[in-house]
T-cell receptor
Framework: DAGVIQSPRHEVTEMGQEVTLRCKPI?????LFWYRQTMMRGLELLIY????????DSGMPEDRFSAKMPNASFSTLKIQPSEPRDSAVYFC???????????FGSGTQLSVL | AQSVSQHNHHVILSEAASLELGCNYS??????LFWYVQYPGQHLQLLLK??????LVKGIKGFEAEFIKSKFSFNLRKPSVQWSDTAEYFC?????????????FGTGTRLTIIP
């Protein structure tokens, strides 16, 4: 298996633009997590899905953020409109059983100018 | 809700020095505990985990961690570090009674090993 695949690796955009981050989990994994990493706050859980259903989105910063998982092999995290304070590395991770062992993607480095 | 504190933000050591990175968690019930590592240019990977049993757990690359329930701690140790241990280390916890699903990470400790 290729592991968790995220795209793009880097995204540079201007304030106010829509940003869409993509994730393909490991086949057979029932859980998918979106994390955001910043210097100040470390790794923050934004939202996670179980069997494509959002279970906990309490970490989503505000209404500008939304996430979907239309099927078992694909998820998106969308920011609309983007702001400079959204600049961070966004990680997607998947696991076969809850939070036991997460397999992380390589992350998307987002820069909002 | 559970939370994790890593008080050392950046640690610099010489090769062969001993390492201990602190991790404290906040949760009144039963927890599972983890250390993840992120080497430069790579994604996070599991270093070791504690679920139950012997509170001293051993992981990859000579790392170990000790769960001390009375102190709510799960410190990471290595007796003799190598230059290749340069990485960022994250402690994480999930709450057993809340379904094990949500893994909460600390802010991470950046470890720099000087040759």
């Amino acid at each position: 298996d290729a592991g968790v695949i995220q795209s793009p690796r880097h995204e540079v955009t201007e304030m106010g633009q829509e940003v869409t981050l993509r994730c393909k989990p490991i086949s057979g994994h029932d859980y998918l997590f979106w994390y955001r990493q910043t210097m100040m706050r470390g790794l923050e859980l934004l939202i996670y899905f179980n069997n494509n259903v959002p279970i906990d989105d309490s970490g989503m910063p505000e209404d500008r953020f939304s996430a979907k998982m239309p099927n078992a092999s694909f998820s998106t995290l969308k920011i609309q409109p983007s702001e400079p304070r959204d600049s961070a590395v966004y990680f997607c991770a998947s696991s076969s059983w809850g939070g036991e062992k997460l397999f992380f993607g390589s992350g998307t480095q987002l820069s909002v100018l | 809700a559970q939370s994790v504190s890593q008080h050392n933000h950046h640690v610099i050591l010489s090769e062969a020095a001993s390492l201990e990175l602190g991790c404290n968690y906040s949760y009144g019930g039963t927890v599972n505990l983890f250390w993840y590592v992120q080497y430069p240019g790579q994604h996070l990977q599991l270093l070791l985990k504690y679920f139950s049993g012997d509170p001293l757990v051993k992981g990859i690359k000579g790392f170990e961690a000790e769960f001390i329930k009375s102190k709510f701690s799960f410190n990471l140790r290595k007796p003799s570090v190598q230059w290749s241990d340069t990485a960022e280390y994250f402690c994480a916890v999930n709450a057993v009674l809340e379904g094990n699903e949500k893994l909460t990470f600390g802010t991470g400790t950046r470890l720099t090993i000087i040759p």
